[in-house]
């Protein structure tokens, strides 16, 4: 079953943790926020 | 028709939790559940050895519990394999399971095991094997034992085996051809207007079922954390060394990235049939996100990442096959250590 929240949403199919359409730097902060958020979420307690 | 019977230490009588790790022991005839199981089976029917071993070493050394099991199963001479049953008791169930599979394919004789339907075993052979579903309650060993007794019959004789609601076994997930009296269009009629009515009716499609896996405990201290990234979205180096499929992937592949601080699009590329891989192929990272992860590891927020990571396709792919993936790569992982896993799926 997926479910729960250990899913964090990506930036869509094609590039999950990028965006081809922003700026070297603007990708890499959003894939850092990405990958952040999906630590974070791997050391809180699933609901 | 000279069966061999499998219990683990608890239903052979020689222990409990304390002698979990014990290794396996042959007795002449039946035992325990296997003297009622022999009655009901008929006086044409022997139990001819039975096997006990511990749960824990039956898991823990299912290799070798497996090829000392078939030099028995074989040497007794028997017909027809029989393990359990094993209710709700998981690590009873995988040996079971195991056991069953390995007589029916290395021995080519028929075996039967029986386990509730949320037994860890059922859920890994009940595709290969023919469980019965025992329920959870060993107060039901009685009843249990006279349906694996009727069954084991029927598979011995070869006779007919109904389906799963008929015969009482785990559904295996197979499609037969049936001579029926009315075509697809009216048994569908029929089902839309019982439906409208109220009227009971049962569909011919079987949706898959997904068996509830509790979420891992959380990762207490990330700054200690080994870290492992995992994709299903087929990246692969250059050449797809391990031919990895790009749809209905039987296979996956791990591939180094030690002294890696950037994935480079001209060393990569992607086996994946399902999405347009342009923007993944210009920047692997988009994918597997390395750079940013690397910056976390140099700035102490994660302990350390695993020098490789792990790669497959996921399009299109039958449940059995990914559930098969999905536990080689948890076992790579627990072998490397890894404490949480990153998957990026597309």
New interface residues.
């Given amino acids: 079953m997926v479910s729960g929240n250990r899913v964090v949403l990506g930036n869509g199919i094609v590039q999950v943790v990028g965006d081809a359409n922003a700026s070297p730097e603007e990708e890499k902060k959003l894939r850092r926020r990405l990958v952040e958020k999906a630590l974070e979420t791997l050391s809180k307690d699933s609901e | 028709m000279r069966v061999v019977h499998y219990l683990n230490q608890f239903f052979g009588g020689l222990g409990g939790e304390e002698q979990a790790g014990m290794l396996l022991e042959i007795r002449e005839g039946a035992i325990g559940p296997g003297k009622r199981l022999e009655q009901l089976l008929g006086s044409e029917t022997q139990v001819a050895l039975t096997l006990i071993c511990g749960d824990n070493y039956a898991v823990e050394h299912q290799d070798e519990l497996i090829a000392s099991a078939l030099e028995k199963i074989r040497a007794a001479g028997a017909d027809l394999f029989i393990a359990g049953p094993c209710f709700l008791a998981g690590r009873y169930g995988l040996a079971a399971g195991a056991l069953c599979k390995a007589a029916q394919s290395q021995l080519e004789i028929p075996a039967i095991t029986a386990m509730a339907r949320e037994n860890p075993g059922a859920d890994l052979y009940r595709e290969s094997l023919y469980i019965i579903d025992s329920g959870e309650s060993a107060a039901k060993m009685g009843e249990v034992l006279a349906r694996m007794a009727c069954f084991a019959r029927k598979v011995s004789f070869n006779q007919e085996i109904g389906s799963p609601a008929e015969d009482g076994y785990i559904p295996r997930g197979l499609i037969r051809d049936q001579f029926v009296e009315k075509t697809a269009a009216e048994r569908l009629v029929d089902m839309v207007i019982a439906k409208a009515k109220g009227q009971p009716l049962e569909s011919e499609m079987v949706p898959a079922t ?4 509790p ?1 891992p ?4 201290d ?1 700054k200690r954390a080994k870290l492992m990234l995992v994709t299903d ?1 087929g990246l692969v180096p250059k050449g797809n060394p391990d031919k990895i499929q790009g749809a209905a992937a039987t296979r996956w592949g791990s591939y180094s990235i030690k002294d890696c601080d950037d994935l480079k699009g001209e060393h990569y590329e992607i086996s994946h049939g399902g ?6 192929r ?2 692997p ?3 597997v ?1 390395l ?3 690397r ?2 590891e140099k700035e102490g ?2 302990g350390k990442l695993c020098d490789e990571f792990i790669s497959t396709s996921g399009l299109a792919n039958p449940l059995s096959n990914t559930r098969r993936m999905g536990r080689e790569i948890a076992d790579k992982a627990k072998r490397l250590g890894i404490d ?1 896993i ?1 998957l ?3």
């Avoid at chain 2, 405990?217 to 207490?220: D, F, H, L, M």
């Fill in positions: 997904f068996e509830r896996i979420m405990p959380r990762v207490k990330l979205g999405y347009d891989p342009q923007f993944v210009q920047d990272d988009r994918l996100p750079d940013v992860v910056e976390l927020m994660i949480a990153i990026t799926s597309t």
